[in-house]
């Protein structure tokens, strides 16, 4: 089993920063077989990425993804409002596993 | 556009069969994605459970593969998970989800989630 792990736990960040968000997997991600998603309080995950880089249908271009092999990184590139959530990264590559979620706060 | 809506016992004891539908609208379980379960425990993290195709592949997670057992209803346009011999540790909200349907989706990738229903095992 991939074990993914995020970091930081939390992040505390005012609107209009950047904010990088990390995801180390204990062994290679093969294929690109990683996704992000969002979840906010009382709603289900929402896709936002998957196959590394490739934005869902709908997902603003401030959200990037990227990495390769035991390392990836999701971007916000100027964090808005409604993006203070749960991220949690997914990998697919063996078996499917999330990671533990990197919560952005409001500082 | 596609719903899901999660049902089932919201509470069962030790030793208990945890049985879920998801019941799926606005879309025909017969086209070709995948469906499955993902499960949170309570202010925890997310742990997938299973996916099922209508033609029948279905991929467990290898932790709860003993345990698991999903099937689809074709005529009813839902799909069910039934998990046996359930302790304290299998209480949390069970989504159902379905596969992206992006260009080069993988079926591990999961575009259409149901609201989640909470599951809770007390004696």
């Known amino acids: 089993e991939i074990v993914l792990t995020q970091s930081p736990g939390t992040l505390s960040l005012s609107p209009g920063e950047r904010v990088t968000l990390s995801c180390r997997a204990s062994?290679?991600?093969?294929?690109?077989?990683l996704a992000w998603y969002q979840q906010k309080p009382g709603q289900a995950p929402r896709l936002l990425i998957h196959?590394?880089?490739t934005r869902a249908t709908g997902i603003p271009d401030r959200f990037s993804g990227s990495g390769s092999g035991t390392d990836f990184t999701l971007t916000i590139s100027r964090l808005e409002p409604e993006d203070f959530a749960v991220y949690y990264c997914?990998?697919?590559?063996?078996?499917?596993?999330f990671g533990q979620g990197t919560k952005v706060e409001i500082k | 556009q596609v719903q899901l809506q999660e049902s089932g016992p919201g509470l069962l004891k030790p030793s208990d069969t945890l049985s879920l539908i998801c019941a799926v609208s606005?879309?025909?379980?017969?086209?070709?994605?995948?469906w499955g379960w993902v499960r949170q425990p309570p202010g925890k993290g997310l742990e997938w459970i299973g996916t099922?195709?209508?033609?029948?592949?279905?991929y467990y997670n290898p932790s709860l593969n003993s345990r698991v057992t999903m099937s689809v209803d074709t005529s009813k346009n839902q799909f069910s998970l039934q998990l046996t011999s359930v302790t304290a540790s299998d209480t949390a909200l069970y989504y159902c989800?379905?596969?992206?349907?992006?260009?080069?989706?993988?079926?591990?990738?999961?575009?259409?989630w149901g609201q989640g229903t909470l599951v809770t095992v007390s004696s």
């Open positions: 997914q990998q697919y590559a063996n078996s499917w596993t």
């Open positions: 196959g590394v880089s």
């Open positions: 606005g879309y025909s379980i017969t086209n070709n994605y995948y």
């Open positions: 099922i195709h209508h033609s029948g592949t279905t």
């Open positions: 062994q290679s991600v093969t294929n690109s077989y």
């Open positions: 989800t379905r596969q992206y349907d992006g260009s080069g989706s993988h079926p591990a990738v999961l575009g259409c």
